[in-house]
């Protein structure tokens, strides 16, 4: 089944540490993004890529960042810099970099403080 | 830049209910809207996408409106039932920046 894969589901982070968090497409979509959710809010963009090896910040870019070193593939690294990093956090991707495509989610990573 | 409101933030119906959920916008230059449905600890999945040339989309028990001149698309889910439950999200495009807006959501509870 063709989908978007996000792992790991729940993932701990100690103070001054990074983390990565995972996220595969196997649905040959060129454009993906990543999204941070906070209780009771709606979608927050922090970068997309449209093309492999491109990407642009989102909305709230600062403390993350990502690579697109493959098509399939677009993981997100935590900073340090991330001063309040527990969300939700979700991949998503679309068939072309248009807006006139619906984004397909993946099942999120909750991310939480130790 | 683009704001997306959904009101009511929850929404509590008896199983059977006819319902609307409303989502207004600011920046009606848009080319399309999106509805989208989340379940609890999950991610989201795309209900309905309606283009700026339509005015309704349908998929089963749901409808979609957009009317861009009055800044608002509502979602209409017929004969609800309680594995309606879920928050839905709505998303507009914003402007040149290319990017989805989402609003906050409206909970949903359907009562058996």
């Known amino acids: 089944d063709g989908g978007i894969t996000q792992s790991p589901k729940y993932l701990f982070r100690k103070e001054g540490q990074n983390v990565t968090l995972s996220c595969e497409q196997n649905l040959n979509h060129d454009a993906m993004y990543w999204y941070r959710q906070d209780p009771g809010q709606g979608l927050r963009l922090i970068y997309y890529s449209q093309i492999v090896n491109d990407f642009q910040k989102g909305d709230i870019a600062e403390g993350y960042s990502v690579s697109r070193e493959k098509k399939e593939s677009f993981p997100l690294t935590v900073t340090s810099a991330q001063k309040n990093p527990t969300a939700f956090y979700l991949c998503?991707?679309?068939?072309?970099?248009?807006?006139?495509?619906?984004?397909?989610f993946g099942d999120g990573t909750r991310l939480s403080i130790l | 830049k683009q704001e997306v409101t959904q009101i009511p933030a929850a929404l509590s119906v008896p199983e059977g209910e006819n319902l609307v959920l409303n989502c207004s916008f600011t920046?009606?230059?848009?080319?399309?809207l999106q509805w989208f449905r989340q379940d609890p600890g999950k991610g989201l999945t795309s209900l309905l996408l309606i283009q700026s040339s339509q005015r309704e989309q349908t998929s089963g028990r749901l409808n979609a409106s957009l009317d861009k001149s009055s800044g608002r698309s509502t979602l209409y889910i017929a004969a609800s039932q309680p594995g309606d439950s879920a928050t839905y999200l709505c998303?507009?495009?914003?402007?040149?920046?290319?990017?989805?807006?989402f609003g906050s959501g409206t909970q949903l509870t359907v009562l058996p």
């Open positions: 998303a507009a495009p914003s402007g040149s920046a290319r990017q989805l807006t």
């Open positions: 920046d009606s230059a848009i080319y399309n």
């Open positions: 998503a991707s679309s068939r072309v970099q248009g807006l006139d495509q619906p984004q397909h």
